[in-house]
């Protein structure tokens, strides 16, 4: 039997039964598809896991300043320093003390017994960008400018939880709250701190108002990198903020990611291939058991076969032909379903697809490859049938 003959048969017998071509089919279709679907999500969804594992860890440095009274290791203004470095997207300063940890702080100055209007809160000193650098928003009002630090301004902002302890939830009147014997006017009230999240049930107040609460040299540094630019800058911030002290510096970065984060990619990638393979391998089970049916059907058309003298390879050749042309049918359809589908997925999330060639072109081999596995139990079954029990 010839190639071209194989072929012939085996299209013949696929058409001769559309329908349950078509239903067969379509068990590989839905196999690859999904296959499809669950690879290209999952490198996609783990593309996003790495930008925001990336963006959330692998840039922040927090370089503490020990405190020396008699010469302090970092002058406010070596902030602008830092700022030029190359990497640098947002750098802010902060100064905190034992004796600013616990003041008591009052949102008015009226004795109300009904409620409590007295609170135990941290109030530090920090530079004009801390919402930046803390990753954080105002959820109302401002927070206080240049302007006000030069001037010394009695203005503060506080955490959006000392807010709700102090009972302030409107900014309009220009309320204010009273640290000791003075009142500080609160013009913003900042919130959804990615970091430092202690700042949510602090006071933050100009660094040039706070010596008298003890804050007048810096503690903390909060500097944010671009991506790979972490540690890099790690390196480089104790110097440009104190060239004389940069080993009294201690700096918090980052550990390299990169370790951890193909590990979840890895992780999530094998969990959504097992679920493909398992798809893929009921659309084979449905290829093998119509198969098997098909032989059942087409005892006499093998038996006929074998009596004009087709030899047993041939009967098994054109049994395998047919499955396999199923499979690659089902490979072709499901990976192009499987790639819309996964464009459609990453569209609906505003993720950015990713996209594997060579499983756009393994995905029908692929489908080929289980058809010819399916078949090869009934084309074997098929071959061996003697032409006088399948006449009979």
């Known amino acids: 039997m010839k190639p ?12 001769a039964r559309p329908m349950r071509a078509a239903l067969t089919t379509l068990g590989t279709v839905l196999g690859i598809t999904t296959l499809v679907i669950t690879l290209g999500v999952a490198a996609t969804a783990g593309n996003q896991i790495v930008g925001r ?9 927090t370089v503490e300043v020990p405190r020396d009274p008699q010469n302090p290791l970092v002058d406010w203004a070596a902030l602008e320093r830092v700022g030029r470095l190359r990497g640098v997207t947002s750098v802010a300063a902060v100064s905190e003390g034992e004796d600013s ?26 530079t004009t960008d801390l919402p930046e650098a803390a990753r954080g928003r105002m959820v109302q009002g401002r927070f206080y400018d ?30 204010a709250v ?67 002290h940069a080993d009294l510096l201690q700096v918090a970065a980052p550990p390299s990611p990169t370790r951890a984060r193909d590990q979840a990619q890895n992780d999530a990638n094998a969990l959504f291939l097992v679920l493909g393979l398992v798809s893929l391998v009921v659309g084979a089970v449905g290829i093998a058991n119509v198969t098997l049916v098909t032989v059942m059907e087409r005892i006499a058309e093998i038996g006929l076969r074998r009596a004009l003298g087709a030899a047993r390879r041939h009967i098994a050749a054109q049994f395998l032909m047919e499955s396999t042309l199923i499979g690659l049918t089902g ?25 594997d060639l060579r499983l756009a072109v393994a995905a029908p081999i692929a489908g080929a490859i289980v058809g010819l596995l399916a078949g090869l139990y009934p084309a074997l079954r098929a071959a061996r049938m003697e032409p006088v029990d399948a006449l009979r």
């Open 4 to 15: 071209r003959d194989l072929w012939n048969e085996a299209l013949a017998g696929i058409l």
């Open 331 to 355: 490979g072709i359809i499901g990976a192009s379903v499987g790639i819309v589908a996964t464009v459609a997925i990453s569209a609906a999330r505003e993720w950015t697809p990713l996209l």
């Open 178 to 244: 009273f640290i000791g014997k003075h009142a500080y006017t609160v013009v913003g009230i900042l919130g959804e701190l990615r970091r430092e999240q202690n700042l949510s049930t602090a006071i933050m107040v100009p660094h040039t108002v706070g010596r008298q609460f003890g804050l007048k040299d810096v503690s903390r540094v909060l500097v944010n990198t671009g991506l790979g630019a972490a540690e890099q800058i790690a390196r480089q911030a104790p110097t440009a903020l104190s060239p004389e």
């Open 146 to 175: 240049i302007g006000h630090v030069r001037r010394k301004d009695r203005v503060a902002v506080i955490g959006e939880q000392a807010a709700r302890m102090l009972g302030i939830t409107r900014l309009e009147r220009s309320p």
């Open 53 to 61: 594992f990336d963006e959330l860890v692998a840039t922040a440095i």
């Open 101 to 126: 940890s616990n003041l008591r702080v009052r949102s008015n100055n009226l004795v109300d017994p009904t409620r409590v209007t007295t609170q135990t809160l941290s109030v530090l000193g920090a």
